[in-house]
């Protein structure tokens, strides 16, 4: 069917059986009634642009009706999910289970995929019911999808994949039309049910909508303008009033906001709210005072009020469980984690009861659970878990038939029940458990799957015994449990994600031989990653369709092969089955030791490289360093880590709070995992501290990362009420400290008019005590400062004693300012955009409206509350207005201009100047652009993790001006990507710069935006 636009009149159809038809500029449904009308098979299937049925998809469905005679097939779909190596399809897990010959009434799931895509209808039941579609460009096919399965006597749900989705089920949009006709084609539907007097249905498919298709509209606001969203929300709240509260009731709680803040006309509220859950916050469960409350924007806010019931707490209260070891006790197999309810306290042994139930079709075992704290922990809340499993209770009827137990874990804590899946543990045996044999041909293999941990009883039916190498090919003998060669299978094959590359057998005597071609083994993955192993799955075809892992015989070592740069290797994977992998080949590093002063020391070998560097990349932050190996006397390559002081642009400051991965960089070539060595791991150096910060060394499939935790444990932060209420009677009884506290933004930097106003001080002699706050020591300080750590306790008391407060950035809603304390706010620009109070629509990641409902119970002084800050710098009149407005200031406002711009008017700048081009080692005679873009409150990864959206072409500005220009490039500090630098030096990343008065003094050129 062509739209009308003329796009399909030039398609090459693929054969006589294809007819274009072109008929006017019809909506979706209505071109997709001319199709029916066309068309004079006996089956109709429709599609959607951009999907694709898989290559057996038709040829499943048709089977399942042929076969059974039902009116219409189904089955699941699918969308690529990132399986660890390779992205793969995975089915959606709320497709009806299969079955044959099924209707609504016996399976409601089906009513749960209501896209028609992937559906295959007899054209006779189709006609019978007068089925067709609504004149609608938007879900046309939600009414057809609900008539015909209501309709339908008989349904068949085909375990097979039919649909690659490679878009959204439910598409945003932002076309008004669009929007309407969703909102019609669901009422449509919902009059089809409401019709037929079944209330229960009615609510389940009105619950359905108001949580998938509809709430894609209300999710779409932010992004239409002011009489666009009225509209929206007309049509919204015109379908509320036909849904039950009761509907509402058993919706997720975010999501009845939503619709309340619908109804209620709050059509602002609602655009924040829905920026507010782009952010990805994570919010509070509260008990209040006896049922539980998630703590969503405007809970407790009186100038909105929202019900209570609106917050109601019912499946975000969920029961958490994680494995984090498996072993064996001869054939007792012995598990630890954790399993809690989120939101209710674990802090006492004997509040709650814990159970683990596995699951096999029918048959349960149910295994009483011992309470323990959390794992690896001593102290702190009873979250964790240990149970022990005879194998032999897996038994059925005395002997062992295969088959795959599912383990659930129940919690039963303060009156509230909860039980789900125990997910898979992140790194060691949790995530990679070890197997058991418990009979000459039975093994139990528990494993992960689908990230939920299962326990499978398997019979060994052939083993790998032998791997060797045979010239370019590797070699695999199986020998047969018959023993006969009769049993071996027409091939083998090699799978990894959708990849199936089929491996020749050759019967032998006792078994078979499989022949692998290591030229078959590449697959495309990202190109960024930076693992680019490939570790393929060996298996043999069963006589139920499904392919069966092939086990490697115990005491078979491991075959490996370097192909130039390449190693190709076969061996053992978790769960004792043949993997063959394929990857480049890595550095291996075979000792790493901590040195006291947090430097961490590593020795490795390279088959191919005699050189290159150890990259050392934060997780969180985009931004990584780099360390030269240098190859001693013996042919070791050795590289020093100073994690606890790195040397940048920022000056020498330990690494990050985070996990960085640890890489290695051939020279010009792209940074990859290392290797740590069997026996490195398995003597890995325990955690270090220097400075009160954390330095730990962990591994995970030979991999290592350094994770770093910061200064100020979780204790001392949650105690930040008591230090300053102690800090507080001190006060009363001798009075402020005679000292300054600075605080530069928040603690991440030496520089701006805070440090301006310090070397003031200095200049005059001040006998002052002056205090600079820093941020897990991310701040480079002279010695002429104090540094208090941020949420320290010292940094609790010096907020509380100072008798001064310097700060370019607001302290917070919990500070209050004794009436003799001088606070002066510097702040940090020229409000050339919105700021404080004239902000009307937030975009970036916060909590509105939950001032009240999140505030500290560390109330402050007793008497008036006193204004935050008592003096206000503005740099010129146009600034002094909008500040007055913008942060509603009745204070001493003093426009006396920024003193961080006297550096700017100094005699001693073209001095400074020198001093910062050799430190950022600037050749003479090179002009510097510097590009000083701000962060954009609508573009993030989450709540605080802000992107950046490059606006200049690096390449064409390298080309005209790499051979007498630098480029320095300052991004903004919320922003949590980095720029790639060159080698040549043209483009330098100098983010971490701490004082961006310096470079404005060495740069010949600027590009900014409104950042102050």
Request: hydrophobic share 40%; charged share 30%.
């Given at each position: 069917?062509?739209?009308?636009?003329?796009?399909?009149?030039?398609?090459?159809?693929?054969?006589?059986?294809?007819?274009?038809?072109?008929?006017?500029?019809?909506?979706?449904?209505?071109?997709?009634?001319?199709?029916?009308?066309?068309?004079?098979?006996?089956?109709?299937?429709?599609?959607?642009?951009?999907?694709?049925?898989?290559?057996?998809?038709?040829?499943?469905?048709?089977?399942?009706?042929?076969?059974?005679?039902?009116?219409?097939?189904?089955?699941?779909?699918?969308?690529?999910?990132?399986?660890?190596?390779?992205?793969?399809?995975?089915?959606?897990?709320?497709?009806?289970?299969?079955?044959?010959?099924?209707?609504?009434?016996?399976?409601?799931?089906?009513?749960?995929?209501?896209?028609?895509?992937?559906?295959?209808?007899?054209?006779?039941?189709?006609?019978?019911?007068?089925?067709?579609?609504?004149?609608?460009?938007?879900?046309?096919?939600?009414?057809?999808?609900?008539?015909?399965?209501?309709?339908?006597?008989?349904?068949?749900?085909?375990?097979?994949?039919?649909?690659?989705?490679?878009?959204?089920?439910?598409?945003?949009?932002?076309?008004?039309?669009?929007?309407?006709?969703?909102?019609?084609?669901?009422?449509?539907?919902?009059?089809?049910?409401?019709?037929?007097?079944?209330?229960?249905?009615?609510?389940?498919?009105?619950?359905?909508?108001?949580?998938?298709?509809?709430?894609?509209?209300?999710?779409?606001?932010?992004?239409?303008?002011?009489?666009?969203?009225?509209?929206?929300?007309?049509?919204?709240?015109?379908?509320?009033?036909?849904?039950?509260?009761?509907?509402?009731?058993?919706?997720?709680?975010?999501?009845?906001?939503?619709?309340?803040?619908?109804?209620?006309?709050?059509?602002?509220?609602?655009?924040?709210?829905?920026?507010?859950?782009?952010?990805?916050?994570?919010?509070?469960?509260?008990?209040?005072?006896?049922?539980?409350?998630?703590?969503?924007?405007?809970?407790?806010?009186?100038?909105?009020?929202?019900?209570?019931?609106?917050?109601?707490?019912?499946?975000?209260?969920?029961?958490?469980?994680?494995?984090?070891?498996?072993?064996?006790?001869?054939?007792?197999?012995?598990?630890?984690?954790?399993?809690?309810?989120?939101?209710?306290?674990?802090?006492?042994?004997?509040?709650?009861?814990?159970?683990?139930?596995?699951?096999?079709?029918?048959?349960?075992?149910?295994?009483?659970?011992?309470?323990?704290?959390?794992?690896?922990?001593?102290?702190?809340?009873?979250?964790?878990?240990?149970?022990?499993?005879?194998?032999?209770?897996?038994?059925?009827?005395?002997?062992?038939?295969?088959?795959?137990?599912?383990?659930?874990?129940?919690?039963?804590?303060?009156?509230?029940?909860?039980?789900?899946?125990?997910?898979?543990?992140?790194?060691?045996?949790?995530?990679?458990?070890?197997?058991?044999?418990?009979?000459?041909?039975?093994?139990?293999?528990?494993?992960?799957?689908?990230?939920?941990?299962?326990?499978?009883?398997?019979?060994?039916?052939?083993?790998?015994?032998?791997?060797?190498?045979?010239?370019q090919a590797l070699i695999v003998e199986v020998e047969s449990a018959s023993g006969s060669a009769s049993e071996a299978p027409a091939e083998a094959v090699l799978t990894l994600g959708d990849s199936r590359v089929p491996v020749p057998v050759t019967a032998r005597p006792g078994g078979?031989?499989?022949?692998?071609?290591?030229?078959?083994?590449?697959?495309?993955?990202?190109?960024?990653?930076?693992?680019?192993?490939?570790?393929?799955?060996?298996?043999?075809?069963?006589?139920?369709?499904?392919?069966?892992?092939?086990?490697?015989?115990?005491?078979?070592?491991?075959?490996?092969?370097?192909?130039?740069?390449?190693?190709?290797?076969?061996?053992?994977?978790?769960?004792?089955?043949?993997?063959?992998?394929?990857?480049?080949?890595?550095?291996?590093?075979?000792?790493?030791?901590?040195?006291?002063?947090?430097?961490?020391?590593?020795?490795?070998?390279?088959?191919?490289?005699?050189?290159?560097?150890?990259?050392?990349?934060?997780?969180?932050?985009?931004?990584?360093?780099?360390?030269?190996?240098?190859?001693?006397?013996?042919?070791?390559?050795?590289?020093?880590?100073?994690?606890?002081?790195?040397?940048?642009?920022?000056?020498?400051?330990?690494?990050?709070?985070?996990?960085?991965?640890?890489?290695?960089?051939?020279?010009?070539?792209?940074?990859?995992?290392?290797?740590?060595?069997?026996?490195?791991?398995?003597?890995?150096?325990?955690?270090?501290?220097?400075?009160?910060?954390?330095?730990?060394?962990?591994?995970?499939?030979?991999?290592?990362?350094?994770?770093?935790?910061?200064?100020?444990?979780?204790?001392?932060?949650?105690?930040?009420?008591?230090?300053?209420?102690?800090?507080?009677?001190?006060?009363?009884?001798?009075?402020?400290?005679?000292?300054?506290?600075?605080?530069?933004?928040?603690?991440?930097?030496?520089?701006?008019?805070?440090?301006?106003?310090?070397?003031?001080?200095?200049?005059?002699?001040?006998?002052?005590?002056?205090?600079?706050?820093?941020?897990?020591?991310?701040?480079?300080?002279?010695?002429?400062?104090?540094?208090?750590?941020?949420?320290?306790?010292?940094?609790?008391?010096?907020?509380?004693?100072?008798?001064?407060?310097?700060?370019?950035?607001?302290?917070?809603?919990?500070?209050?300012?004794?009436?003799?304390?001088?606070?002066?706010?510097?702040?940090?620009?020229?409000?050339?955009?919105?700021?404080?109070?004239?902000?009307?629509?937030?975009?970036?990641?916060?909590?509105?409206?939950?001032?009240?409902?999140?505030?500290?119970?560390?109330?402050?002084?007793?008497?008036?509350?006193?204004?935050?800050?008592?003096?206000?710098?503005?740099?010129?009149?146009?600034?002094?207005?909008?500040?007055?407005?913008?942060?509603?200031?009745?204070?001493?406002?003093?426009?006396?201009?920024?003193?961080?711009?006297?550096?700017?008017?100094?005699?001693?700048?073209?001095?400074?100047?020198?001093?910062?081009?050799?430190?950022?080692?600037?050749?003479?005679?090179?002009?510097?652009?510097?590009?000083?873009?701000?962060?954009?409150?609508?573009?993030?990864?989450?709540?605080?993790?802000?992107?950046?959206?490059?606006?200049?072409?690096?390449?064409?500005?390298?080309?005209?001006?790499?051979?007498?220009?630098?480029?320095?490039?300052?991004?903004?500090?919320?922003?949590?990507?980095?720029?790639?630098?060159?080698?040549?030096?043209?483009?330098?990343?100098?983010?971490?710069?701490?004082?961006?008065?310096?470079?404005?003094?060495?740069?010949?050129?600027?590009?900014?935006?409104?950042?102050s």
């Amino acid at each position: 069917m062509d739209d009308g636009t003329g796009t399909a009149a030039g398609a090459a159809l693929p054969d006589d059986r294809f007819r274009l038809i072109r008929k006017g500029a019809p909506s979706r449904g209505a071109a997709r009634n001319l199709g029916v009308a066309e068309s004079g098979g006996e089956f109709l299937l429709f599609a959607d642009s951009g999907d694709a049925l898989p290559p057996d998809a038709v040829e499943a469905l048709l089977g399942a009706l042929e076969k059974s005679g039902a009116e219409l097939a189904k089955g699941p779909d699918a969308s690529r999910k990132w399986t660890g190596q390779v992205s793969q399809w995975k089915a959606r897990g709320d497709t009806a289970a299969p079955a044959t010959g099924t209707d609504l009434h016996r399976s409601p799931d089906l009513l749960t995929d209501r896209k028609i895509v992937g559906t295959l209808l007899r054209r006779s039941f189709w006609d019978a019911c007068g089925l067709e579609f609504p004149d609608l460009a938007r879900y046309d096919d939600l009414p057809v999808m609900v008539r015909a399965l209501h309709l339908a006597k008989s349904v068949d749900v085909v375990p097979d994949i039919v649909v690659h989705r490679r878009s959204r089920r439910y598409a945003p949009t932002t076309e008004l039309q669009e929007i309407a006709d969703g909102f019609a084609a669901a009422n449509l539907a919902t009059a089809f049910v409401a019709e037929r007097g079944d209330v229960k249905e009615l609510r389940r498919l009105q619950l359905a909508l108001v949580t998938t298709e509809l709430k894609t509209f209300l999710d779409a606001l932010p992004d239409l303008s002011g009489d666009e969203r009225e509209q929206v929300i007309a049509l919204a709240a015109a379908y509320a009033n036909g849904v039950s509260a009761k509907v509402f009731g058993d919706a997720p709680a975010l999501t009845r906001l939503k619709w309340h803040l619908a109804t209620s006309g709050h059509t602002m509220e609602l655009v924040k709210v829905v920026r507010y859950e782009r952010g990805k916050s994570s919010p509070s469960i509260v008990r209040d005072p006896l049922r539980r409350y998630v703590v969503y924007p405007y809970w407790k806010d009186a100038k909105v009020d929202v019900p209570r019931d609106v917050y109601r707490a019912r499946d975000e209260v969920k029961m958490r469980g994680r494995t984090h070891a498996v072993s064996w006790e001869d054939d007792r197999l012995v598990v630890t984690g954790e399993a809690y309810i989120n939101s209710v306290s674990s802090r006492r042994r004997w509040t709650a009861i814990k159970t683990v139930t596995l699951r096999n079709g029918g048959r349960k075992v149910t295994v009483r659970a011992r309470q323990t704290p959390k794992p690896g922990k001593s102290s702190g809340g009873w979250t964790g878990f240990e149970f022990a499993l005879d194998a032999a209770k897996l038994k059925e009827r005395g002997g062992w038939a295969e088959g795959t137990w599912e383990v659930h874990a129940s919690v039963l804590n303060a009156g509230v029940f909860r039980q789900g899946p125990v997910r898979g543990g992140g790194s060691g045996t949790g995530a990679n458990p070890p197997y058991r044999y418990v009979a000459d041909d039975v093994r139990v293999v528990p494993k992960v799957v689908e990230g939920n941990l299962v326990v499978r009883v398997e019979r060994v039916r052939e083993k790998a015994t032998a791997l060797r190498w045979d010239g370019q090919a590797l070699i695999v003998e199986v020998e047969s449990a018959s023993g006969s060669a009769s049993e071996a299978p027409a091939e083998a094959v090699l799978t990894l994600g959708d990849s199936r590359v089929p491996v020749p057998v050759t019967a032998r005597p006792g078994g078979w031989t499989v022949r692998v071609d290591p030229d078959a083994l590449d697959v495309d993955i990202d190109p960024d990653s930076i693992d680019d192993t490939r570790d393929w799955a060996l298996s043999v075809a069963s006589g139920d369709g499904d392919d069966r892992p092939l086990v490697l015989a115990e005491g078979v070592q491991e075959a490996a092969r370097t192909f130039g740069a390449l190693e190709v290797s076969a061996g053992r994977g978790p769960s004792g089955y043949v993997r063959v992998r394929r990857a480049t080949t890595r550095l291996s590093v075979d000792d790493c030791v901590w040195r006291p002063d947090g430097t961490l020391s590593l020795a490795a070998t390279h088959p191919a490289h005699e050189s290159g560097q150890i990259v050392v990349r934060s997780r969180g932050r985009r931004k990584e360093f780099a360390f030269d190996l240098v190859r001693d006397g013996s042919g070791v390559l050795r590289a020093e880590v100073p994690a606890a002081a790195v040397p940048s642009v920022a000056g020498v400051l330990p690494l990050r709070p985070g996990r960085w991965d640890v890489l290695f960089r051939p020279p010009g070539e792209r940074a990859l995992t290392v290797r740590l060595a069997d026996a490195a791991q398995r003597s890995l150096p325990g955690p270090l501290e220097v400075a009160r910060r954390g330095y730990e060394l962990e591994t995970k499939n030979g991999r290592l990362v350094v994770a770093v935790t910061g200064d100020v444990s979780s204790e001392e932060k949650s105690a930040g009420g008591k230090y300053r209420e102690e800090a507080r009677k001190r006060v009363a009884r001798d009075g402020l400290r005679d000292a300054v506290l600075f605080s530069c933004f928040n603690g991440r930097q030496f520089s701006d008019s805070p440090k301006s106003i310090h070397e003031e001080l200095l200049r005059r002699g001040s006998d002052l005590e002056q205090l600079w706050v820093v941020n897990d020591a991310q701040a480079e300080l002279p010695d002429t400062l104090n540094a208090v750590r941020l949420n320290g306790k010292e940094w609790q008391e010096a907020v509380t004693t100072s008798k001064y407060i310097v700060t370019n950035h607001r302290l917070g809603d919990w500070f209050q300012r004794h009436p003799d304390q001088i606070v002066v706010q510097t702040w940090h620009g020229t409000p050339l955009k919105k700021i404080g109070r004239d902000v009307k629509e937030v975009h970036f990641a916060y909590a509105p409206g939950m001032k009240s409902a999140l505030q500290s119970k560390d109330k402050g002084p007793a008497g008036p509350k006193v204004p935050e800050w008592s003096h206000l710098l503005s740099p010129n009149p146009f600034s002094t207005e909008i500040f007055k407005r913008a942060f509603a200031f009745k204070g001493e406002m003093l426009e006396v201009g920024y003193p961080r711009n006297d550096l700017l008017h100094s005699p001693d700048a073209d001095a400074v100047a020198k001093r910062v081009r050799a430190r950022l080692g600037i050749p003479d005679g090179k002009r510097v652009v510097l590009y000083a873009p701000t962060w954009r409150d609508d573009q993030y990864y989450s709540r605080g993790r802000y992107k950046h959206d490059m606006r200049l072409d690096l390449d064409r500005a390298r080309a005209a001006l790499g051979d007498d220009h630098v480029l320095l490039v300052r991004l903004h500090s919320n922003v949590v990507d980095g720029v790639q630098e060159d080698p040549g030096g043209f483009v330098r990343d100098v983010s971490l710069y701490p004082d961006i008065t310096e470079l404005y003094l060495i740069s010949d050129m600027m590009i900014s935006d409104y950042s102050s």
